[in-house]
């Protein structure tokens, strides 16, 4: 039996083990204490893995930590 939108719309996001909630720029600086538009560049520059929706960027915490694990070990 399907379920409809209305129900699937009423569950938190929270509940899916696999989602993970993205960060705007200004959060994920703010964890790596760098400034935004550094952030930006290097995500433009593909040196850190970022998603570009539009003009505004996001970013997941597990792979802002692993990049951060990569470059201490540098």
């Known amino acids: 039996m399907a379920t409809s939108i209305s129900s699937q719309l009423q569950k938190p996001l929270s509940t899916d083990p ?29 040196e850190i893995a970022g998603i570009q929706i539009g003009r505004l960027w996001r970013f997941r915490a597990s792979v802002l930590n692993s990049w951060l694990d990569r470059t201490r070990r540098k």
């Open 18 to 46: 696999s989602f993970e909630p993205l960060l705007d720029t200004v959060e994920a600086a703010s964890l790596l204490r760098i400034h935004p538009k550094t952030l930006q560049r290097m995500a433009r520059d593909g």
